[in-house]
T-cell receptor
Framework: EAQVTQNPRYLITVTGKKLTVTCSQN?????MSWYRQDPGLGLRQIYY???????DKGDVPEGYKVSRKEKRNFPLILESPSPNQTSLYFC?????????????FGDGTRLSIL | SQQGEEDPQALSIQEGENATMNCSYK?????LQWYRQNSGRGLVHLIL?????REKHSGRLRVTLDTSKKSSSLLITASRAADTASYFC????????????FGKGTRLHILP
């Protein structure tokens, strides 16, 4: 089954404790992206990747890191999480480009930073 | 940056009625997409319409695109309880293969 898998689905943690949210897709998609969703603000893009070893900043990249060492995986790293990063996060993938093909979304990761 | 803006922000209708949501955007596009999000879940792609198309259908969904007005509408006919969700439009950016911009969404509630 074609899918985008995020882990964990829920996480409560404390300020400053490094965390990683994993994202994996099994569709051989080149394009992958991370979004955060906050009430009243819609989806905002954090980082995206056009292919392996190619990443770029989205609209709200501050406080986040990503890597794309393999085509299927695109982890989101919060080196020193802060309460303003409490949000619902989505990973998405598409073939071949970001804006011109349907995006396939994971089920989301709800992060609470205390 | 927000490109697409949906209107209305929220909509409640009776089951069986038609629901219409609108999306306006600011810059030239190659295509526009509509997505549905059930509460707390990931977005699901509904339909993509290209800039040279004016109307597209998929089951009970009808999407129109007016590039001169930079607007699109999503019509759901004969609504059902299962259509209760948030609906988002998303646009690409001309000459930018990497960019997709989502609006803030319309919350649709179908009343029994």
């Amino acid at each position: 089954e074609a899918q985008v898998t995020q882990n964990p689905r829920y996480l409560i943690t404390v300020t400053g404790k490094k965390l990683t949210v994993t994202c994996s897709q099994n569709m051989n998609h080149e394009y992958m992206s991370w979004y955060r969703q906050d009430p009243g603000l819609g989806l905002r893009q954090i980082y995206y990747s056009m292919n392996v070893e190619v990443t770029d900043k989205g609209d709200v990249p501050e406080g986040y890191k990503v890597s794309r060492k393999e085509k299927r995986n695109f982890p989101l790293i919060l080196e020193s999480p802060s309460p303003n990063q409490t949000s619902l996060y989505f990973c998405a993938s598409s073939f071949p480009t970001g804006g011109r093909q349907p995006q396939h979304f994971g089920d989301g990761t709800r992060l609470s930073i205390l | 940056s927000q490109q697409g803006e949906e209107d209305p922000q929220a909509l409640s209708i009776q089951e069986g009625e038609n629901a219409t949501m609108n999306c306006s955007y600011k810059t030239s596009i190659n295509n526009l997409q509509w997505y549905r999000q059930n509460s707390g879940r990931g977005l699901v792609h509904l339909i993509l319409i290209r800039s040279n198309e004016r109307e597209k259908h998929s089951g009970r969904l009808r999407v129109t695109l007016d590039t001169s007005k930079k607007s699109s509408s999503l019509l759901i006919t004969a609504s059902r309880a299962a259509d209760t969700a948030s609906y988002f439009c998303a646009t690409d950016v001309m000459n930018r293969d990497d960019k997709i911009i989502f609006g803030k969404g319309t919350r649709l509630h179908i009343l029994p």
